[in-house]
């Protein structure tokens, strides 16, 4: 089984980061938690949680109480 096959067995949608990802038609526009938003109002569950979320999720909200109270 050849790195790309082995990928998409692993890992969602064949990566380890939504930057990576072979789909360039979906535009999210926010995240909340595990969930990202297109711009056609559509949720998703981020599997891939890329770019930083994957510890806290997107928006954890004491990090955005500690970025307004900066």
Known sequence: MNEVA?????????VNSNARLPC???VLTRG??????DT???RYTDY???RGPAFLG???????????AA
């Open 6 to 14: 082995r990928a998409h067995r692993v890992l969602a949608g064949g």
């Open 40 to 42: 056609g109002g559509r």
């Open 32 to 37: 909340d938690g595990p969930y990202v938003w």
């Open 48 to 50: 891939l949680l890329g």
């Open 24 to 26: 360039n038609d979906v």
């Open 58 to 68: 997107h928006s954890p909200p004491r990090v955005l109480a500690a970025v307004r």
